[in-house]
């Protein structure tokens, strides 16, 4: 009892987590995308594809004009402005056989794990490329000279520095020649956030506590916060992953996942004696988003805005409560991470076995933190000078009691019933010289829903497919030097416009978009980075309206003619580009159409008019209201005819009989020949038809009557199926090649001079009574014929003895009785 209490108090607490974003309702959350783009209607694309798989790791130098793509087995290097552009540079990195035959015999699959997944892929200093890959479950890695690209042929062995398994999550950075790496390495080992290469190597402590409890990361960044700040501050590392939750004791919440940040010093030495190659400086705590214990965090995306304390993190989430899947976007502001970085810890508690707020002492300097001046100034000059007692507490209180909110403290999007799986972000300044962030999400389904932030609430752009076959987005790169955003995924990586300024077609539609790419200049909507006079264009990013009162779209609008007859019912198709817009209809400029009129019905396909009458004539217009502007979709003049009385073909009050004419006897007489001539092509066919079966029959000499004893009275009946060949030879010489039931008049002969003819068979065991068909006259072997074998009767011409009519009419009546009785239940897999 107490357990389900337990479990219905988390399911109360989840449903008030929901009601916390109180603030907006789902409804507001689950904005609609304006656009729908599909694959086919898209414009501009750039698509890169080989015959390897899995292009999921991107690095972009937009610099260099150079977009590096690892992929399964190969790395490539395109040019950034047309991926799609053939003078691109290949290597192939592929696993040998030996490594892949001993990966299968691991138990490993042969489709998706034994092969060389690159994992990493990051510039090492100015002529060197540093690249790691999982090699069949053997990973390694290698220098490639950016000028040659070719690969080395030495490379490093890669075990603690890439996961094996190529499903893992993994995040990687190379800051100032140190690799920065977190994952679980080895299929048994814990995970570990590491620190490799030319520096001292450092990992996250494996005490009873666990620093990481069965973590998958997502995402890690580098904040410089030592720029340009006179505390002397040290640059730091965040990662951002999903572990099982040890704040509850609850058994429900054992393997709930939460998702984490934490953070490390980029100049940690580890400690002298107590935290040896360990982090002296790990901390973590809670990122929530919007339903605690039932989100788990999917990809992370870092946006810096030029001072370090600015910087925001944007990171999507998977929801899932009970029947409910959906997917969310929250917010996060490094200096609220900070705050909680500088707030209570939490320690675990023997006695009550779960953990809970530190309320005794903190030593000094606080455990956790960079060394910086003050923190010289006192003596401690690196990691290795803190005291025992820092140490060991950091030691035993990796976990923050404060939990890191959202901005607002609520989410910025929800969708149900979608899966996002990447985020890029792009902060644009609009022509009002306010800055919007415009985030390009990757769905699991291989869409990219481009949506622009405005006063904390979202507004989708617009919807697109960018892969005909359903596949998840696995990476997002955007590109303002190209205007492009790099989309990889499994089959390939696709190149599209961040702005697609020319997709929209009018002012009020350019306006309405509320991209702020686009501008319009009073022709046409165009970029406005590449626009010549921004002052002359409009844009209205706050309330997307503004701006279009001296351009109209009904010159645009061809006006289309529909002549129907009364009573009929007649279309007028109306198609809404925005999803966002209602639909209004008016009739002569004056009325408009209500639908309760009995004739009217609007729907998202047009106006549907039922019955039509004469007093339906008129023009009419279809209207997309859209925030409060109205434009001209299309415009309809519909006529209506009456429909005049069918004639009829005799007077009641002079009824008039009509002669045949010449051409009425004609056509008859005409009539008459064509079916003649159709009757005896028929019977024709039926006559040749039985002639070219008789013919058969005599070229296979079999079935034909016997010319010996002919006054015999016994009868022989013999069945031969194709399914007996391997009989004796004796049985052999008489048997025929397509196995036929022959029923032969006479006394069969004991010797023949010419063939060796076998004895008569002995007469036919009686059939049963229960036969299911009731029929107990025929022998045994007639019970069940399929389309192997089949009876023919051979006979003598002149034959009258009275057991052979007998046996004729009996037979007879067997077969009459067989049209009525159904021997097998697929009757075309039976014959006679």
Not at 749 to 769: D, E, H, Q
């Amino acid at each position: 009892m107490k357990k389900h209490l337990i479990c219905y108090l988390i399911a109360l607490y989840a449903i008030e987590a929901i009601g916390y974003s109180s603030k907006k309702s789902s409804r507001d959350l689950d904005a609609t995308p304006r656009i729908t783009v599909t694959y086919n209607e898209l414009s501009d694309v750039k698509p890169f594809h080989r015959s390897v798989k899995n292009y999921s790791t991107l690095l972009l130098e937009d610099e260099n004009g150079i977009l590096y793509v690892g992929a399964r087995g190969a790395i490539f290097a395109l040019n950034s402005s047309d991926i799609s552009y053939e003078s691109q540079k290949a290597i192939r990195w592929e696993v040998n056989f030996t490594e892949h035959k001993t990966c299968t015999e691991k138990g490993k699959n042969n489709q998706t794990e034994c092969f060389n997944h690159i994992r990493l892929l990051q510039r090492f200093n100015e002529t060197h490329l540093y690249v790691c890959g999982t090699y069949a479950f053997v990973p390694k890695c290698a220098y490639i000279d950016v000028k040659t690209f070719i690969l080395p042929s030495t490379f490093e062995d890669g075990k603690e520095k890439c996961p094996y398994d190529p499903a893992r999550g993994y995040t990687s950075l190379i800051i100032d020649g140190a690799l920065y790496t977190a994952t679980r390495y080895e299929f048994r080992n814990h995970p570990d956030i590491r620190r490799n290469l030319y520096q001292l190597l450092l990992k996250t402590e494996e005490s009873p506590m666990l620093w990481l409890n069965d973590a998958d990361f997502v995402s890690s960044a580098l904040v410089q916060e030592s720029l340009n700040e006179e505390v002397g501050d040290d640059d730091k590392i965040y990662y951002f992953f999903n572990e099982r939750a040890v704040e509850e004791s609850s058994s429900f919440l054992d393997k709930t996942q939460v998702a984490r940040v934490a953070r490390v010093c980029k100049s940690d030495m580890g400690g002298k004696k107590i935290l040896q190659k360990k982090w002296t400086s790990f901390l973590k705590a809670r990122l929530v988003c919007s339903i605690p214990y039932y989100e788990t965090l999917k990809a992370v995306y870092t946006l810096e805005t030029g001072s370090w304390n600015n910087t925001i993190f944007y990171g999507t989430f998977i929801l899932q409560w009970r029947n409910m899947e959906a997917s969310a976007i929250c917010q996060y502001s490094v200096s609220d991470i900070q705050k909680v970085f500088e707030g209570p810890y939490m320690e675990y508690q023997v006695a009550s076995r779960k953990w809970s707020r530190l309320e005794g002492d903190v030593p000094k300097p606080r455990p956790g933190t960079c060394i910086t001046n003050e923190l010289r100034n006192n003596g401690y000059n690196s990691s290795q000078d803190l005291p025992n007692n820092v140490l060991d507490f950091v030691k035993l209180h990796p976990l923050m009691y404060e939990e890191v909110k959202p901005v607002g403290e609520q989410p910025l999007l929800m969708k149900k019933n979608i899966i996002y799986t990447r985020i890029a972000v792009d902060r644009v300044k609009a022509l009002d010289d306010k800055f919007y962030d415009v985030l390009f999400i990757g769905t699991g389904d291989g869409w990219i829903h481009k949506a622009v932030v405005i006063n904390n609430n979202v507004h989708i752009i617009e919807e697109i497919q960018v892969f005909r076959r359903p596949q998840p987005v696995e990476n997002l790169v955007i590109s303002n030097k190209q205007n492009s955003l790099y989309i990889g995924a499994q089959s390939g990586v696709i190149q599209i416009p961040l702005s697609n300024c020319k997709a929209y077609t009018s002012c009020y539609d350019c306006i309405l978009s509320r991209n702020p790419y686009c501008g319009w200049d009073g022709e046409r909507c165009r970029d406005i980075f590449t626009a010549k006079d921004r002052a002359q264009m409009t844009q209205d990013m706050q309330n997307g309206n503004g701006g279009c009162f001296n351009y109209t779209d009904e010159a645009d609008s061809v006006k289309k003619l529909r002549t129907v007859l009364t009573g009929d019912d007649v279309l007028l198709q109306c198609d809404l580009k925005s999803n966002l817009a209602r639909v209004q209809w008016i009739v002569n400029d004056t009325d408009q159409v209500e639908e309760n009129d009995g004739h009217f019905r609007v729907g998202i396909d047009g106006l549907l008019i039922s019955d039509a009458q004469m007093e339906h004539i008129g023009e009419y217009k279809c209207f997309s209201e859209e925030q409060g502007l109205q434009s001209v979709i299309s415009v309809y003049t519909l006529n209506i005819l009456m429909k005049h009385p069918k004639e009829k073909p005799y007077s009641e009050s002079t009824p008039v009989v009509q002669l045949p004419t010449a051409a009425s006897l004609t056509s008859r007489k005409m009539e008459v020949v064509y079916i003649s001539i159709i009757t005896f092509l028929g019977g024709l066919c039926i006559v040749l038809t039985i002639v070219l079966l008789y013919v058969s029959c005599q070229h296979k000499r079999k079935g034909t009557y016997a010319m010996s004893n002919s006054q015999s009275n016994n009868v022989e009946l013999q069945t031969v199926s194709c399914n007996f060949k391997e009989k004796s030879e004796d049985n052999m010489n008489n048997s025929y090649s397509d196995g036929c039931l022959q029923i032969i008049p006479g006394e069969a002969p004991t010797a023949s001079p010419s063939r060796g003819a076998p004895p008569p068979p002995p007469p036919p065991p009686p059939l049963p009574s229960e036969f299911t068909n009731g029929i107990g006259t025929l022998p045994n072997m007639l019970r069940k014929m399929n389309g192997n074998s089949y009876m023919l009767l051979r006979q003598n011409e002149e034959s009258s003895s009275p057991l052979y009519n007998s046996f004729t009419e009996e037979l007879s009546k067997i077969l009459e009785k067989r049209k009525h009785t159904q021997l097998v239940e697929k009757l075309d897999e039976s014959s006679v």
